[in-house]
Structures are given as C-alpha cells and as structure tokens.
C-alpha cells in the first residue's frame, strides 16, 4: 500500500514564486491535513479538509491555498512564496475526523525559499 | 487554547537505560492522547495513544498512561535499543467541536541511544 504520497520530495524557489505541493492517499480517508514542521516548533496545521469540497483554515494559513476535489488528492499551493515559508512540509490523512482515528503522515517536502 | 508540553532535548542514553520523555497538556473536554515518532528523514508513524482517562497505551515496548488527574500522558520504555533514536512528539486531538480531529503537537523530543 503506497499510504500517503508527497511530491516533491524536495524544492527550492525564490522569493515570489508559486508552486503546488501534491499529496495523494489510496485509503478512502475522509479526513486530511497539512503541517508544517519547523526546528524548536513541532509541527503546526495549516490546512485541513474533512471530504471532498470541504475545506477550513488551521492555525497558521496564510500564505497558501488548499481545494479538496476528490478524496484522495489534497494539494497545498504557496502562493507567492517567502522566505518565512522554508520549512518541512507534512500532509496526514485518516480514516475520519473523529478525535480517537490516529493520522498517517507521508513522507514530506522539504522546500526552501531563497 | 488547547496545548501541549513535553519535556526538550536532546536526551542522550545508553543502550538498555530506562527511559521516561514527559508529556502534559491542556484542553477542554476529554481528548484524545498520541505519541508519535519520526525517523531521521521519514514522516511521523503513530507510536500508540490512549482515548479515555487510565487507558494504557502500548507499542514496541513502549508505554504511557493518560492521566487526567495530573493532565499527563508521559512516555516509558524499560530498555531503550540504539533503533529507538528519534524525535518523538505527544499530540493530542478533540473529540467534539471546531477542533476535532486536528492535532496539536508538543515541540518534540531528540532521542539519541549509544551502543
């Protein structure tokens, strides 16, 4: 089972720059999210989709762009990328948004932002 | 807010120390528990979690209890091997409201085991 796949796995822009981070899961989860991870911070939500064609803000949105078309894909877009936004980039899904379902997490993007 | 706090790093231990990363948090309501650990280079794979007060999880001979009398869930294993070192971070999830379902991280722990 592929799980949770992310691409790239790596990405460096320049400041001003746009570009989709792609994530896909083969589960028929309902529920999926992006963090962030960056050093001394943990990981923090930006985005997160509880089913197609639903979207909600997490804790740090700004700055990016997330759409829900089908189940399994969940694409996170920088929209004009700064150099704030140089971090490891995580997108998790699970079963349902139920607080007890455990997230699987793929592999990341790293991305920095010159 | 809801939060969480674990204990920083690094932690450096030898093969076969006994090993206790500390966890607590603070939420509304009953969430529920997570560890977590990352590999160098991987994503984050579910350690074990706990959803109700005095559940007890386990994994890979790793252990924590949630404590909602003390807002803890600390992490434990007997014998740490030099495979265990990683970054493991608790989490905790809501059950019910705005929040359900979104996780909130503590800032995690480096573990770093010597032969």
């Known amino acids: 089972n592929a799980g949770v796949t992310q691409t790239p796995k790596f990405q460096v822009l320049k400041t001003g720059q746009s570009m989709t981070l792609q994530c896909a899961q083969d589960m028929n989860h309902e529920y999926m999210s992006w963090y962030r991870q960056d050093p001394g911070m943990g990981l923090r939500l930006i985005h997160y989709?509880?089913?197609?064609?639903?979207?909600d803000q997490g804790e740090v949105p700004n700055g990016y762009n997330v759409s829900r078309s089908t189940t399994e894909d969940f694409p996170l877009r920088l929209l004009s990328a700064a150099p704030s936004q140089t971090s490891v980039y995580f997108c998790?899904?699970?079963?349902?948004?139920?607080?007890?379902?455990?997230?699987?997490f793929g592999d990341g993007t790293r991305l920095s932002i010159l | 807010g809801d939060s969480v706090t674990q204990m920083e790093g690094p932690v450096t231990l030898s093969e076969e120390a006994f090993l206790t990363i500390n966890c607590t948090y603070t939420?509304?309501?009953?969430?529920?528990l997570f560890w977590y650990v990352q590999y160098p280079g991987e994503g984050l794979q579910l350690l074990l979690k706990?959803?109700?007060?005095?559940d007890k999880g386990s994994n890979k001979g790793f252990e924590a209890t949630y404590r909602k009398e003390t807002t803890s869930f600390h992490l434990e294993k007997g014998s740490v091997q030099v495979s265990d070192s990683a970054v493991y971070f608790c989490?905790?999830?809501?059950?019910?409201?705005?929040?359900?379902?979104?996780?909130?991280f503590g800032k995690g722990t480096k573990l770093s085991v010597k032969p």
């Open positions: 998790a899904s699970s079963y349902s948004r139920s607080g007890n379902q455990p997230q699987h």
């Open positions: 989709s509880v089913g197609a064609g639903i979207t």
């Open positions: 939420a509304t309501g009953y969430p529920s």
């Open positions: 989490a905790l999830s809501g059950n019910y409201g705005g929040s359900q379902g979104n996780l909130i």
């Open positions: 706990a959803t109700k007060a005095d």
